[in-house]
């Protein structure tokens, strides 16, 4: 079982930085792809950025690459999203992800994930 839990969202002006942070628990194993989605009001969930904690090129979506940078820190068990140059289209709540089957494959799809953490919410106004 893997327990996640998300925290460093607020509010800030188009332009601004956030970084936010999810703290893991739980069994290694399961956890050896993360990533980051989002979820605005009335539209559905979209992939962010995901990586492999054993060590792979990030994968990004289009409309954060550039912007945002996916991390983590495997001794504090934590990864990071930081997120700049933020617009208004960036609102939305956030979601740290994991899973552990199919070895390396860390792909950015929701599908795919069986663990979730509870969110943080990003408003980000112009």
């Known amino acids: 079982q893997v327990h996640l839990v998300e925290s460093g969202g607020g509010s800030v002006q188009a332009g601004g930085s956030l970084r936010l942070s999810c703290a893991a628990s739980?069994?290694?194993?399961?956890?050896?792809?993360m990533a980051w989605f989002r979820q605005a009001p009335g539209k559905e969930r979209e992939g962010v950025a995901a990586i492999y904690t054993g060590g792979s090129v990030p994968v990004y979506s289009d409309s954060v690459k550039g912007r945002f940078t996916i991390s983590q820190d495997n001794a504090k068990n934590t990864l990071y999203l930081q997120m700049n140059s933020l617009k208004p289209e960036d609102t939305a709540m956030y979601y740290c992800?994991?899973?552990?089957?199919?070895?390396?494959?860390?792909?950015?799809?929701?599908?795919?994930?069986?663990?979730w953490g509870q969110g943080t919410q990003v408003t980000v106004s112009s």
């Open positions: 739980g069994s290694t194993y399961s956890r050896n792809c």
């Open positions: 992800a994991a899973k552990g089957k199919g070895g390396s494959w860390c792909p950015l799809d929701e599908r795919f994930f069986p663990y």
